[in-house]
């Protein structure tokens, strides 16, 4: 069974000014999530910036997330590490916290083999009781990118290892992983722009940075595809195109936390090395949010 079908947040953390989580708007978010039709919500990915939380507040933000949703929809807690031990750790607080599924991104910097990959996925695995799903984003991580048929040995024999987050951007590689996998994978699109190619595919949804902002207008792209409604799925995907660009003009989250602002939707600073959006980025945001009848 699923973790979950259709579009799941990749939720923002939102920090305070003194570069503290701020829960408060972080429980805010969440609702108007749930509230709008999303899926799951995925925590502690990239776009919520794990990579510059600590240990203490990766697991904080985790819980906290579990608690506010509530059982309401899926929760998703991203455990991924470049060092084993590190993964299993979160992925053990994760799992006593009561995550649904966790996402596990390939180890980055080290730029493990095949062998390694399978080794390092497998041992995590080994050590929950938790659906998991991969994170395939080689643009994040060195170039490492978790080969078809790794990815299909993988869901056949790790009984947890249910699925995977693709965002190489290449429908060729998902086409061949389906073919592989043979109906024993999961695959979300890990890129917005390409929900509804891989839903043709065969997938499931997507983990959405732009339904951060777009949260009805995400769901219903996957909605439509999945009920049939092929021509508007598809409108909506191309409809939001300028929009996805704009939100990846520079490195994610620094455009939609700016269009999360510019919503009313305050989520504080950007902990360094990301630093505020360049105004010209901005005014490219702002028309491309205008064109696609963002308010609130």
């Given amino acids: 069974m699923s973790i979950f079908t259709g579009a799941g947040v990749a939720i923002v953390t939102p920090f305070q000014e003194n ?11 969440i609702d108007y999530q ?23 507040e990766h697991i904080e933000c985790i819980r906290f ?20 031990d590190t993964a299993i750790y979160l992925s053990k607080e994760a799992e006593k916290a009561g995550v649904d599924g966790l996402l596990l991104v390939t180890p980055y910097y080290n730029k493990a083999t095949q062998k390694g990959l399978v080794e ?5 695995a080994k050590a929950v009781n938790t ?4 994170y395939n984003i080689p643009g994040r991580t060195g170039g490492v990118n978790i080969l078809p048929e790794t990815t299909a040995k993988l869901c056949k024999t790790v009984d947890l290892i249910v699925g995977v987050k693709e965002a190489t951007g290449d429908i060729s590689q998902v086409a061949k992983l389906m073919h ?6 999961d695959v979300y699109s890990g890129n917005d722009d390409q ?26 792209m996957v909605e439509k595809y999945l009920k049939g409604d092929v021509k508007g799925s598809r409108d909506l995907q191309l409809k939001a195109i300028p929009l ?20 009313g939707m305050g989520t504080g600073v950007l902990r360094r090395p990301l630093t505020e959006m360049e105004e010209h980025h901005v005014k490219q945001l702002e028309q491309a949010m205008k064109d696609f009848g963002l308010q609130r």
């Fill in 180 to 185: 592989l996998a043979q109906g024993e994978i």
């Fill in 65 to 84: 997330t579990v608690e506010k949703t509530g059982g309401r929809i899926p929760v998703i807690g991203g455990t991924g590490s470049n060092c084993t």
């Fill in 19 to 29: 570069g503290e989580v701020d829960f408060q708007k972080f429980g805010e978010n």
């Fill in 195 to 220: 929900t509804v190619p891989i839903l043709s595919l065969g997938g499931k949804g997507v983990i959405s940075v732009l339904s951060n902002i777009a949260p009805r207008q995400t769901h219903d």
């Fill in 34 to 56: 749930v509230e709008n039709g999303t899926d799951a919500i995925i925590v502690c990915g990239t776009t919520g910036e794990s990579s510059t939380l600590t240990h203490e």
């Fill in 244 to 263: 996805i660009e704009a939100l990846f003009c520079e490195v994610n989250p620094i455009p939609v936390k700016k269009a999360m602002s510019l919503m």
């Fill in 131 to 134: 659906p998991i799903l991969l």
């Fill in 120 to 124: 390092h996925f497998t041992m995590i």
